[in-house]
């Protein structure tokens, strides 16, 4: 089992940034790659970026590109997502996940084994 919690959310401006953090407890932290979704009101969640289990690999959606960085310290069982130049559409809830898939990226939410409970980010116009 791994339990994931998020902080960082909150309420910014448009053009802001926030950093969202992702605190693993549980398994080992290395032994998984990591991914970030996000849902707004009445749409599908949304894979937004991803990470495997070293660092080496990143991925972005293209509307993040540019703007959102990913990144995993695991000394401190703990991803982050660092967003800048924030848009209104960016509002969601974000939530982290975790892959047993530990060498590859997906897209996909159901190849994803555990989550977090999700933390809101609102970005106002």
């Known amino acids: 089992q791994v339990q994931l919690v998020e902080s960082g959310g909150g309420l910014v401006q448009a053009g802001g940034s926030l950093r969202l953090s992702c605190s693993a407890s549980?398994?080992?932290?290395?032994?998984?790659?990591m991914g970030w979704f996000r849902q707004a009101p009445g749409k599908e969640r949304e894979f937004v970026a991803g990470i495997n289990w070293s660092g080496s690999r990143k991925y972005y959606i293209d509307s993040v590109k540019g703007r959102f960085t990913i990144s995993r310290d695991n000394a401190k069982n703990t991803v982050y997502l660092q967003m800048n130049s924030l848009k209104p559409e960016d509002t969601a809830v974000y939530s982290c996940?975790?892959?047993?898939?530990?060498?590859?990226?997906?897209?996909?939410?159901?190849?994803?084994?555990?989550w977090g409970q999700g933390t809101q980010v609102t970005v106002s116009s």
């Open positions: 996940a975790a892959s047993r898939n530990y060498a590859t990226i997906t897209t996909r939410g159901n190849e994803y084994d555990y």
């Open positions: 549980g398994r080992t932290f290395v032994g998984y790659a």
